[in-house]
C-alpha cells in the first residue's frame, strides 16, 4: 500500500514542488492551499502523515493542529516555518508534531519526518485493525481492565466468574498484541476506548 | 541675503531632505525586514525542492521529461522573483536625488501590492485593488512613491492587528478627477483617533517600536511631488488615506510625434 501525505501550504510554486519530491519518493499526495480546505475534507480516520505549512491566511497551522488533536484519530503532523520560532517550534511538538522544519528544507530531513508519520499511520492502522477482531464482550472487559478494576470486581459486575474473565481478558491482550496492563492503557488511549464509569 | 546665500540655503534644505528620506527608507526596510528574508527565502525554499525532485526523477530508468522541463520553468520563475526583490531592496538602499519620470499610476499601485503580497497573507490581511485610472500617468521618482504607499499599507496593516484574522480587509483604490490623479487606502481597522495634524507631525508614533516619521516622511514625498495627502475615518470604521497628484501631460511635441 502507498503511505499518503497530506500537503497543506498557501503557496502554490513551493507547494507543487514537495508535492513532485514525495512523488517522486513513492507517497500519494494530496494537497489543499489552506488548513480550513484540508479540515473540511478530513477523513474520518488518519490515513497519511499531514505536511503543513506553519503561518497560513485564514487558519493557521497551530490552529489547525488544535482542530485536529481534538479529531477521533491522531494525525501525524511535520510542520514547515519560515523561520525557525521557538516559541511556536515549542508549542506545536508539545501538541505531538513529528517535527518541525525550517524552509528551504533539505529532502532528507523532510522524507525522513515524513516517513515517522507514515509509520505512525501503518501502526494506527493496525491497532484498529486489531481491536476491531475484539468481541463486544472482550470491548466491554478491556473498558474494565483500563478503569483498574480487580477481575473479581469485574466478574460480579458481569454476573459470572472470575476465571471466565481471566479468560477474556489474556484474549484481549493477545488479540492487541500487548502484554502489560500499562500498555493497553496506552494503547486504548490511542484507540478512544474509555474506561467504565466515564462519559465515553 | 544675497543670491549665492540663498541658493546655498536652498541646496542645504534639499540635501537634508534626501538624507531624510533616505533614513525613512532604511526605517521602512527594518519594519519590512521579515518580509523581504521571506520573499527572498520562499523562492530559494521552491528551487531547492524543484531541484531534488528533479534529481529523483533522473534517477529513475525513464524520467518523465515534460515533467523535468516543467520543473526547470519553475525553478527559473523561483529565480526570477528572488532576483526582482533583491533589485528592489537595491533601489531602496540607494542613497541619492529622486529620478523623475512618468509613472502609471495604476501599475505604481498594483507593484507594490504584489510585493506587500506575502506580508499581508501572514498578517492575515485580505487586499483588494480597485485600479480606476488606466494609463494615467504622474511625474515622480518611483521608489519614493512606493514607499509612500508601502508605508500607508503598513500602517494599515497595524491598524487591523485589533479585528479578527478573517476580517481584515485592505483596499487600494485609485482614480483620475480632472488634472488630478488619486489614490486610497483604505483599511476596516480602528480608525484615527488623533487629529490629522498630529499624525502627520514628525515623532508622532502610537507604536511601541517605530521613529513617527513615516507619515512625516510621506508627506513631504507626496509635497515634494506636488500632491497633497489626507485622512479621514470611515463612517463604517477605519481609516481612509487619500493621495492627490497632478496628472503627468506629456510634452506638446510628444503628442504630436505619436
Known amino acids: 500500500m502507498t503511505d499518503k501525505v497530506y500537503l497543506v501550504d498557501d503557496e502554490p510554486d513551493l507547494r ?33 502523515c499531514v505536511v503543513m505549512d506553519l503561518a497560513m491566511s485564514g487558519l493557521d497551522g497551530l490552529e489547525a493542529q488544535q482542530r485536529l488533536v481534538t479529531a477521533a484519530t491522531r494525525w501525524p503532523i511535520v510542520f514547515l516555518t519560515g523561520h525557525g520560532d521557538i516559541r511556536s517550534s515549542v508549542q506545536a511538538m508539545k501538541a505531538g508534531a513529528i517535527d518541525f522544519l525550517t524552509k528551504p528544507v533539505k529532502a532528507g530531513e523532510l522524507l525522513a519526518a515524513v516517513r515517522a508519520g507514515a509509520a505512525q499511520v501503518r501502526e494506527a492502522a493496525e491497532l484498529r485493525q486489531r481491536f476491531a477482531s475484539l468481541t463486544p464482550r472482550e470491548r466491554e472487559i478491556m473498558r474494565h481492565v483500563i478503569a483498574g478494576r480487580l477481575n473479581k470486581m469485574i466478574a460480579m459486575d458481569l454476573g459470572t466468574t472470575e ?5 477474556h481478558r489474556s484474549r484481549v491482550m493477545e488479540k492487541l498484541g ?19 464509569g466515564t462519559a465515553s | 541675503m544675497d543670491i549665492s546665500a540663498r541658493k546655498q540655503a536652498e541646496d542645504e534644505r534639499a540635501l537634508q531632505r534626501v538624507e531624510l528620506e533616505h533614513l525613512a ?23 531547492m525542492s524543484n531541484t531534488e525532485a528533479a534529481q529523483r526523477l533522473l534517477a529513475s530508468p525513464r524520467p518523465d521529461l515534460d515533467e523535468l522541463r516543467s520543473i526547470m520553468a519553475d525553478i527559473l520563475a523561483a529565480d526570477e522573483r528572488a532576483d526582482a526583490v533583491v533589485k528592489r531592496l537595491r533601489a531602496m538602499l540607494r542613497r541619492g536625488p529622486a529620478m523623475r519620470e ?19 497573507r501572514r498578517r492575515g490581511v485580505a487586499p483588494r485593488i480597485e485600479l480606476g485610472a488606466p494609463g494615467a500617468r504622474l511625474w515622480g521618482d518611483r521608489v519614493s512613491l512606493e ?40 483599511d476596516n481597522g480602528a480608525g484615527l483617533k488623533a487629529g490629522a495634524e498630529e499624525i502627520f507631525a514628525p515623532f508622532f508614533t502610537t507604536k511601541t517600536e517605530g521613529l513617527g516619521m513615516g507619515l512625516a516622511i ?13 485622512v479621514r475615518n470611515d463612517p463604517a470604521g477605519g481609516a481612509v488615506f487619500e493621495l492627490r497628484f497632478p496628472a503627468h501631460r506629456p510634452a506638446q511635441g510628444a503628442v504630436e510625434a505619436r
Do not use: W, Y
Open chain 1, 16 to 48: 507543487r514542488a514537495l508535492e513532485r519530491l514525495l512523488q517522486a519518493e513513492g507517497f500519494k499526495v494530496e494537497s489543499h492551499a489552506s488548513a480550513l480546505d484540508f479540515l473540511a475534507r478530513l477523513p474520518a480516520e488518519a490515513d497519511g
Open chain 1, 163 to 167: 476465571q471466565t474473565i481471566k479468560v
Open chain 1, 178 to 196: 500487548i502484554r502489560s496492563v500499562a500498555a493497553l492503557v496506552s494503547v486504548a488511549q490511542r484507540l478512544g476506548v474509555t474506561p467504565t
Open chain 2, 25 to 47: 527608507r532604511l526605517n521602512t526596510l527594518a519594519e519590512l525586514s521579515g518580509t523581504l528574508a521571506h520573499e527572498i527565502n520562499q523562492p530559494l525554499a521552491t528551487i
Open chain 2, 102 to 120: 512618468p509613472l502609471e499610476l495604476d501599475a505604481l499601485v498594483a507593484g507594490v501590492l504584489d510585493f506587500m503580497a506575502g506580508e499581508l
Open chain 2, 147 to 186: 514607499q509612500v504607499l508601502i508605508n500607508l499599507i503598513n500602517n494599515a496593516c497595524d491598524a487591523l492587528a485589533v479585528r479578527d484574522a478573517g476580517m481584515r480587509r485592505l483596499v487600494l483604490r485609485t482614480r483620475q478627477e480632472g488634472a488630478e490623479l488619486c489614490v486610497e487606502v483604505c
Open chain 2, 218 to 230: 510621506s508627506r513631504s514625498i507626496v509635497q515634494a511631488h506636488e500632491g497633497r495627502i489626507s
